[in-house]
């Protein structure tokens, strides 16, 4: 994104408060852009927390040295992968799996050395359901239990006295995935399912079908806020789930962010999904569901009972009793 649009954007959101976070990824690698650095600060000068997201291909000296300075109020190493197996499903041309380890390692050293108070977040995939595509990712509780082993014993030969105050490894439940295991202060890793970006990247053998009926809390969520994508090029969508911004809600290149998220598209999108009625295909196949070509039977986004049950604690947890009946209505119609 060129840097004055970059800045443009970065003021409007800040001058008419209309968010608190601005998060820079969406299907991209931040360090990419000559620039990232300079707009993290000044997104921290503005007044409004920068979140990065990293695939962690680019985290080399120079980049390192720039992450543990800059004032960012969150970061995540999008690790994903476990395994060299399941890291060629990266298709990263350019870096082999150990030194692509070596770089998070070494980014994780020189953040800690830094005391740097950034909380980090580090991610992996699982691959527990049917369609998860890639047979490396991790299937069992024991594999994440490895990975907890291993980030503290990395974190150990850093900083024994911090690290031996969790004494004890967290207890990893792999029907309740949407937690973060604290492995050191300011530190945590996070086991998330293997998502197929809505339907769009199913593996050989299953197929979506849509659904106009359904809740989407990117485009409405008053509790937990929903969200609003701006692309390199300016275009505009609801979530990163779009990355190629079909939804097509306005470019901000020649308009202000206000005109556009008020605007005719951007409005229609809302109000018909306060109905909960899903009007554009994209969101359609999203909130469609997914089948099992030869046997035509539906597949489960939940492992068992007992993960849908915890999710659906979950859920009422963060919106109420009403709001989970109906989602469970909606489960259940789907
Ligand atoms: S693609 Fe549409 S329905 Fe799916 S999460 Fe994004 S905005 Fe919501």
New binding site residues.
């Given amino acids: 994104m060129d840097l004055d649009l970059a800045k443009r954007i970065i003021n409007e959101l800040s001058e008419k408060d209309m968010t608190r976070s601005i998060d820079f990824h969406l299907m991209g690698e931040p360090m990419l852009h000559p620039h990232y650095a300079e707009l993290a600060t000044y997104v921290h000068e503005k007044g409004l927390n920068a979140v990065l997201y990293t695939n962690c291909t680019l985290l080399n000296k120079k980049n390192i040295s720039k992450l543990v300075s800059i004032p960012l109020s969150g970061m995540v190493l999008s690790v994903q992968s476990s395994n060299a197996g399941a890291f060629i499903n990266r298709r990263a041309r350019n870096i082999n799996f150990e030194d692509y380890i070596k770089g998070v390692e070494s980014f994780v050293h020189s953040w800690i050395n830094s005391r740097n108070r950034t909380p980090l977040s580090i991610y992996y995939m699982t691959g527990l359901q049917d369609n998860s595509p890639g047979k490396e990712l991790i299937k069992n509780r024991q594999e994440c239990i490895d990975i907890l082993s291993y980030w503290r014993d990395f974190l150990h030969k850093i900083d024994p006295d911090s690290v031996e105050k969790y004494h004890f490894l967290p207890k990893v439940n792999l029907n309740n995935l949407w937690s973060q295991y604290m492995i050191y202060p300011g530190i945590s890793v996070f086991f998330k399912y293997c998502h197929t970006w ?1 339907g769009q990247m199913l593996p050989a053998g299953y197929q979506v079908r849509p659904n106009s009926r359904g809740i ?1 809390k ?2 409405i969520d008053r509790i937990k806020m929903s969200s609003f994508a701006i692309l390199w090029n300016g275009e505009t969508t ?2 990163c ?2 990355y190629d911004g079909s939804l097509e809600l306005g470019n901000v290149s020649g308009r202000s962010i206000e005109d556009v998220y008020f605007g005719d598209k951007a409005s229609h999108i809302r109000d018909m999904a306060e109905k909960e009625k ?1 009007v ?1 295909p ?2 359609q196949s ?2 469609g569901r997914v089948y099992d070509i030869k046997s035509g039977k539906k597949v489960s986004d939940y492992k068992n009972w007992n993960s849908l049950l915890l999710a659906g604690f979950g859920y009422y947890k963060a919106y109420g009793v009403y709001a989970t009946l109906k989602k469970a209505w909606f489960y259940i119609r789907k």
């Fill in positions: 809505d989407c990117e485009i609801y979530c789930s779009d899903i554009h994209t969101c999203c909130r």
